[in-house]
């Protein structure tokens, strides 16, 4: 079988979203965990859907899914706070996807803004909400970099619906 067999083209509808959303896990991304103050304490989601935006003013985006039970509370935060994970950090961040508050139970600190922030991660962007548009099923939220944090470190990867680690030569 030559590489050419195994290509698919496919118009998306609802009868082969599986397909697409396989097709979108073949963009290996980072992963990110996100957090925010809530009225019900700490809120965070697991998030793949991270992108730098602009140098000046300083903007990154996340878009969280509308459906999610998480959303409102990401909706309504004037403040959260996007944590780069490390390859060592794959369980913190199944935890996340299961558990809104699991952050809460790791070592944590709030910032300046009240929001409870990781003590470890490769990279954090603590940012006021910029501005957020609407995308199908999801939001695009664009947020202010008000500070950033860095350190070492190999980065935890997702890719094909499993999360990865990154060879680094």
């Known amino acids: 079988m030559t590489r050419s067999d195994k290509v698919r083209s496919f118009v998306p509808d609802p009868q082969n979203g599986r397909l697409l959303r396989d097709a979108f896990g073949r963009f290996a991304t980072g992963v990110t965990v996100v957090t925010a103050a809530s009225p ?11 992108s730098s935006v602009s140098m000046d003013p300083p903007l990154v985006l996340w878009s969280p ?16 706070a996007i944590h780069v994970l490390a390859a060592d950090q794959a369980e913190l961040a199944w935890a996340v996807a299961r558990d809104r508050g699991a952050v809460m139970a790791r070592d944590h600190d709030v910032n300046e803004e009240g929001v409870p922030v990781l003590r470890r991660c490769l990279a954090r962007f603590d940012c006021r909400q910029h501005a ?11 947020g202010r970099v008000l500070r950033a944090t860095i350190s070492d470190g190999d980065p935890l990867a997702f890719f094909g619906g499993r999360v990865a680690t990154l060879a680094i030569n």
Do not use: K, L
């Open 40 to 50: 019900d304490g700490c809120v965070s989601i697991t998030a793949n859907s991270f």
């Open 65 to 80: 899914a509308v459906h999610s039970a998480r959303y409102p509370a990401f909706a309504q935060a004037e403040h959260f």
């Open 132 to 142: 957020m548009h609407e995308a199908g099923d999801h939001v695009i939220v664009v």
